[in-house]
C-alpha cells in the first residue's frame, strides 16, 4: 500500500509503501534505475558485462577527450586539426554513454510496485515517456551529445568563413550545452526530490551536482566560442577553453561515481 509519495512537479521520483507483511520498503526512481537492473557481474571497476559499467567507462573517456582537447599544450603540441579530432572522439563516446543511459531508462519497470517483484533484463529500445523524469533527462541529454557529433565534426573540416562556423559549428555546440543543461536540472531534480535540494550524503545527488555543475561550465564555453564577424576570433577563447576543462573534469567526476554507484545496496529513505 502506498503512504507517501514526493518529488519535483509535476514528476513523481520516491515513493513509501508497506507490503502486505507489514514492512516498509523505499522506491527511488534513479536507485530503480540504476540498482534494479541485473546487467552482468564483476567487481565495481570492473565489469564489461555491465551496461552500468559501460555508461560510467564511457562517459569517463569522452570527458578525458573533451579535457585534453581543451588543455593549450595539448593542442600546441598536436595541432590544430588533431586537436579537433580529439573533441569529435570524445563526443562519439559521449553519445554512446547517453545512448546506453537512455536505454536504462527506457527498460526501468513502469510500476514502482515492481521493485519488490525482482530484477530485469529487459532492452526496450523505443519508449515514450514524459511523465517520468529520468526518461527526460536521458532523452534530452542524448539529444544534446548528437548535437556535440555535429558540432565537433564540422569543427574538422576546413574552409569555413566566420559566418558558417557560427551556423555549423557553434550554433549544435549552443544547442548542445542547452540540452545538457536541461538534462543536468532534470538528474539533479529527480536524484534530490525536488527542484532545488542539498542531499550530499545521496551518492546519486553528488552525480547530478557534479555533471550539473559541468554543464553550467560547458554553457559557459559555449557562449565564450562564439565567433566575432568583425574580427574573426572567439569572443573568449580563454573561457571557452576554461569552461569546457572545467566542465570535462567535472563529468569525469561524475562518470568515475557511477561505477560504485551500480553496485550499492538497495534503495534507502535517504536516496
Not at 513509501?16 to 546487467?39: E, I, L, M, Q
Not at 555491465?50 to 593549450?72: D, K, M, T
Not at 523505443?126 to 564540422?154: E, H, K, M, Y
Request: glycine fraction near 10%; charged fraction near 15%.
Amino acid at each position: 500500500m502506498r503512504e507517501a509519495t514526493s518529488g519535483p512537479w509535476p514528476f513523481v521520483t520516491a515513493e513509501r509503501f508497506r507490503r502486505p507483511d507489514g514492512s516498509v520498503a523505499h522506491w527511488t526512481s534513479r536507485s530503480h534505475r540504476k540498482r534494479g537492473v541485473v546487467d552482468g557481474d564483476g567487481s565495481t571497476w570492473w565489469a564489461p558485462g555491465a551496461r552500468g559499467w559501460w555508461i560510467g567507462v564511457l562517459f569517463a573517456v569522452g570527458s578525458l577527450c573533451f579535457a585534453l582537447g581543451s588543455f593549450p599544450p595539448y593542442a600546441l603540441a598536436v595541432g590544430e586539426r588533431a586537436d579537433d579530432i580529439t573533441y569529435f572522439v570524445g563526443s562519439i563516446f559521449f553519445t554512446s554513454a547517453a545512448l546506453l543511459q537512455y536505454l536504462e531508462a527506457a527498460a526501468a519497470a513502469r510500476r514502482p510496485e515492481s521493485e519488490s517483484e525482482g530484477r530485469t533484463t529487459t532492452w526496450r529500445v523505443l519508449a515514450w515517456a514524459p511523465w517520468r523524469i529520468d526518461w527526460c533527462s536521458t532523452a534530452v541529454q542524448l539529444v544534446g551529445t548528437v548535437l556535440f557529433n555535429v558540432s565537433t565534426f564540422a569543427a574538422i573540416r576546413e574552409g569555413f568563413d566566420t559566418t558558417q562556423i557560427d551556423h555549423r559549428v557553434w550554433m549544435p555546440d549552443l544547442l548542445g550545452s542547452v540540452c545538457f543543461l536541461v538534462a543536468s536540472a532534470l538528474a539533479w531534480a529527480e536524484a534530490g526530490h525536488a527542484w532545488w535540494s542539498w542531499r550530499p550524503r545521496s551518492m546519486g545527488w553528488r552525480i547530478a551536482a557534479a555533471n550539473m555543475v559541468g554543464s553550467i561550465a560547458f554553457g559557459v564555453s559555449a557562449v565564450a566560442a562564439y565567433v566575432v564577424p568583425e574580427s574573426g576570433e572567439l569572443l573568449s577563447s580563454a573561457l571557452a577553453n576554461l569552461g569546457t576543462f572545467v566542465g570535462a573534469l567535472c563529468f569525469l567526476g561524475g562518470a568515475l561515481m557511477l561505477l560504485p554507484e551500480r553496485v550499492a545496496g538497495p534503495a534507502t529513505a535517504d536516496d
